[in-house]
C-alpha cells in the first residue's frame, strides 16, 4: 500500500502536480523543482505572494551541492548532525535552483525531512521539490491530512496521509549566507544546538526582514481571536469576558516543550472550528525549547488582536 502511493506521489509529481506531502514538522505542498508551472500552482492554490521563497526538499545529503553554491562546510556539518530534521538552511544557489521557487533571490533554503514516505518519494523522483506549508497563506500549519484537506479541498491532486506530523511546528530556519550564522525563524532546533554543530555562536535575528512570510509579525493566525493572557490573569479575565456574553475558550498546552508543539496547531484549529468568540491562552515560559511555540502563538495573537 505506502508502496502504491509512493509510486502516485511520484507519477503526480512528474506530470506536473502539486501533491501535499507529510514531514515531521508540518504537511507541506510539493511541486518538482524545474517545472515552473507547477511551482506557480502552489502559489496559487496558496494564495501566496509572488516573490516569497520556497523552501526546496532534498532526499539526501548528497544531493546538495546541486542546489547549493558556494562553501557547503557550515552546511555540511548541519547536515551531518541534523539531517533529515526539522531544519532549514539558507545558502547560496546554483543555477539548478530556478527564479519562480526563490522569488528571484540569489539564495535558496534547503532542507532534507524526517519522514519515511516522503523520503521515498523523493529518491524515486530524483529531483527536489518545491514545498511550502500546506495551508492557505497566512493561516495555520497543517499537521495532519485532513488539515489540509479541509484547508485546500480539491486543489491538490493528492494528499499523501503520513500521519500526525511528529514536530508540530515549522522547522527552525537558518541563514549561513552573512557574516554570522542567524536564526530567521525559531523550531525544534534551538540557537545552542546550532551553535554547537557549526563551531561558531547563532545569532537569532528579530524578525526585521519580510523575506520569510513566516517571519510576517502577524502569521500562522487562526480565524478566532486569540488572546495571549499571563497564567495567574486567566480566570479573571475568562470571568470578564464571560459576563461581556463573549463565548470564551482557553488553549491549555501541556508544560513539555515537545509535547506542547506537537499540539499546538490542531489545538488552535480545534478551538477555531468551536466558534468561540475569544479564545485566551497562556504562553509557556521564556526559554530555548519553548521558542517556536512562543512565536507561533505571539503572531497568531497579534493578527487577531482585539
Ligand atoms: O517545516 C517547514 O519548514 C515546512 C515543511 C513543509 O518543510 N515548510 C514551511 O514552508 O514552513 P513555508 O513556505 O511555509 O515557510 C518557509 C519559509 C518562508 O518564511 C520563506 O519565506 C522562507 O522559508 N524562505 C524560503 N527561502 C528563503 C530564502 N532564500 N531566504 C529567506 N527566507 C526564505
Ligand atoms: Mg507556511
Not at 186 to 204: C, H, R, S
Not at 215 to 243: G, I
Not at 280 to 302: I, W
Amino acid at each position: 500500500m505506502p508502496d502504491a502511493i509512493i509510486d502516485e506521489a511520484v507519477r503526480l509529481l512528474r506530470a506536473g502536480g502539486v501533491v501535499a506531502l507529510p514531514t515531521e514538522t508540518v504537511y507541506g505542498l510539493a511541486a518538482a523543482i524545474d517545472d515552473r508551472a507547477a511551482v506557480q500552482r502552489i502559489y496559487a492554490v496558496k494564495g501566496r505572494p509572488a516573490g516569497h521563497p520556497l523552501i526546496v526538499h532534498v532526499a539526501a545529503a548528497g544531493d546538495l551541492p546541486r542546489y547549493a553554491a558556494g562553501s557547503h562546510d557550515a552546511l555540511e556539518r548541519l547536515a551531518r548532525r541534523f539531517w533529515p530534521g526539522p531544519l532549514t538552511a539558507i545558502v547560496a544557489r546554483t543555477p539548478a535552483v530556478p527564479d519562480v521557487v526563490t522569488g528571484g533571490q540569489p539564495t535558496v533554503a534547503l532542507r532534507i525531512p524526517d519522514h519515511p514516505l516522503t523520503l521515498a518519494i523523493l529518491e524515486r523522483l530524483g529531483c527536489a521539490v518545491a514545498a511550502p506549508s500546506a495551508n492557505r497563506f497566512g493561516r495555520v500549519s497543517p499537521t495532519t491530512a485532513q488539515h489540509v484537506r479541509d484547508d485546500l479541498g480539491g486543489d491538490v491532486d493528492l494528499v499523501v496521509d503520513g500521519g500526525p506530523a511528529r514536530i508540530g511546528v515549522e522547522s527552525t530556519i537558518v541563514d549561513l549566507t552573512g557574516d554570522v550564522p542567524a536564526i530567521l525563524r525559531a523550531g525544534a532546533i534551538g540557537p545552542t544546538a546550532l551553535g554547537d554543530a557549526l563551531g561558531v555562536p547563532v545569532v537569532t535575528s528579530a524578525g526585521g526582514s519580510v523575506r520569510a512570510p513566516g517571519m510576517l509579525a502577524a502569521h500562522y493566525a487562526p480565524r478566532t481571536a486569540l488572546v495571549l493572557v499571563e497564567p495567574d490573569a486567566l480566570p479573571a479575565e475568562a470571568e470578564r469576558r464571560q459576563l461581556r456574553g463573549e463565548r470564551v475558550g482557553v488553549l491549555t498546552l501541556p508544560s513539555d516543550a515537545a509535547l506542547a508543539a506537537r499540539g499546538l496547531y490542531a489545538s488552535l484549529r480545534g478551538l477555531d472550528a468551536a466558534g468561540y468568540d475569544v479564545v485566551l491562552a497562556v504562553l509557556p515560559p521564556p526559554g530555548e525549547a519553548n521558542a517556536a511555540v512562543r512565536d507561533r502563538l505571539q503572531r497568531a495573537a497579534r493578527e487577531t488582536a482585539t
